[in-house]
């Protein structure tokens, strides 16, 4: 039999395997989330229901007060006019946000959600894992607290020393090759160029992930066959994941997990490092002031070694550095909070804020930045070379463009004139 030239078979098909979509559809776009729904409200939180195809991305957008949004474990500010009041769900396609803006609900949530018990949203699992694989950032119940026990002791300041070096070497270099194109008469000099390695997108990693991945394997494996142990992050993480049990010698990662880390380590650590320093000089050279006292404050706890070496016990008594470098885009601030004022991180508690928990560049609880030690070093090093070799001041070719990538960088260059002190 025949209907509209088409078997009564081929149509039979047809139809069942559209009903079978539109049921797939229905489960995953609709009742799926709206059980979810359900039992987030059981549990006393209110929100709008998830709508198709997107959430409520399309509310999102509309920009009203200034709130926290936390996505699992990553929290950014953000904006909202939906009217649920300062605690609720949102949605993202199908998958649920906790939108939070009480700084004391997040204080408890902080006390008493468990550290392994935080996860990825899906999306972000998805978009970002050929950057990060299944590295610490990703991983999630006793799986992140066996790579936490493996990785931290990796972080341990005490270990930090033969990196200093590393870091005052290629800041070394660094000023060399500024000096150079000075002497050359170019002192505008493209900071952003000379500092970050730029974050490879999302696509650009995923065509080039295999290289990467092919790279390390043999950094890896050179590193594991010379015997000798490098004072260097892998040098660190190859130490902490070798074990003897029973008289044999295992490995608590495999080689996949070990390739992870390092691209783990290299994508946060890097950018988000380098994006501090070439911000912090942008606002230092609007502020000379401010890399005035810099610099007495520098020559006052370093002495000379400001200028021709680095001794890591002394970086701690850098106070003002730290000051400037880490105040992230917090949503509790103060009305004041868009002026340069780094005094206002002075004897503050709540560094600037109106709530201890407005300022958490380093995210919060258990899931806080392993390499925070190691980046306030790295840029307290850099920092204090630079302020003790020039004077920095904004070129007029510097255009101001600001953009959330990974991290918050600029779109376009950040030039700014070197003077050789
Ligand atoms: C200014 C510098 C840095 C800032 C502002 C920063 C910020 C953060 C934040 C906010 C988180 C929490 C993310 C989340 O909850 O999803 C985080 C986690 C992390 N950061 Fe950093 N970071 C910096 C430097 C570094 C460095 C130098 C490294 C390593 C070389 C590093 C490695 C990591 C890792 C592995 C995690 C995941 C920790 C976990 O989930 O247990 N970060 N960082």
Request: charged letters at 25%; hydrophobic letters at 40%; a positive charge.
């Amino acid at each position: 039999m025949k209907f509209l030239g088409l078997s009564f078979v081929a149509l039979l098909i047809g139809l069942s395997l559209f009903l079978m979509l539109m049921i797939l559809i229905t489960l995953v776009w609709w009742v799926i989330p709206n059980q979810k729904l359900h039992k987030l409200k059981k549990c006393g939180f209110e929100g709008p229901p998830p709508s198709f195809p997107l959430g409520n991305i399309k509310d999102m957008k509309r920009k009203k007060s200034n709130i926290i949004i936390i996505t699992t474990t990553t929290i950014s500010s953000s904006s909202s006019n939906l009217s649920y009041g300062k605690v609720f769900i949102y949605w993202l396609g199908t998958e649920p946000f906790l939108y939070i803006a009480e700084a004391e609900f997040l204080k408890k949530m902080s006390r008493e959600v468990e550290a392994k018990a935080w996860g990825k949203p899906y999306y972000f699992r998805k978009d970002r894992y050929s950057m990060f694989g299944e590295g610490l950032v990703m991983t999630e119940s006793n799986q992140w607290v066996l790579h936490c026990h493996v990785i931290a002791p990796a972080f341990n300041p005490l270990k930090f020393k033969a990196m200093a070096n590393m870091m005052v070497e290629s800041t070394r270099k660094m000023i060399e090759r500024w000096i150079s194109q000075i002497n050359y008469g170019n002192p505008e000099i493209d900071v952003e160029r000379e500092i970050i390695w730029k974050e490879p997108k999302t696509l650009e990693t995923k065509k080039i992930g295999g290289e990467i991945d092919k790279l390390l394997i043999t950094i890896i494996n050179e590193r594991m066959q010379s015997g000798k142990s490098k004072e260097d992050l892998l040098g660190h993480l190859l130490q902490e994941n070798h074990q003897v049990v029973n008289g044999e010698e295992k490995n608590k990662f495999s080689m996949r997990e070990l390739i992870d880390e390092c691209k783990t380590f290299f994508i946060s650590g890097y950018e988000i490092t380098s994006l501090s320093i070439i911000w912090s000089l942008l606002l230092l050279a609007m502020h000379e002031d401010w890399q005035n006292q810099l610099r007495d404050e520098i020559k006052e706890v370093m002495g000379n070694n400001g200028d021709f070496g680095v001794n890591v016990n002394l970086l701690n008594g850098l106070k003002k550095i730290d000051l400037i470098a880490m105040y992230c885009d917090a949503t509790l601030r103060r009305s004041d909070a868009n002026e340069f004022k780094p005094e206002r991180f002075m004897d503050d508690e709540n560094h600037g804020c109106n709530h201890q928990m407005g300022y958490l560049p380093f995210g919060f609880v258990g899931r806080m930045c392993v390499g925070r030690n190691l980046s306030f070093m790295e840029y307290k090093i850099v920092l204090t070379r630079l302020l003790s070799r020039f004077r920095f001041k904004v070129s007029s070719s510097y255009h101001h463009s600001p953009t959330i990538m990974l991290s918050l960088g600029p779109i376009h260059r950040i030039s700014l004139i070197v003077q050789p002190l």
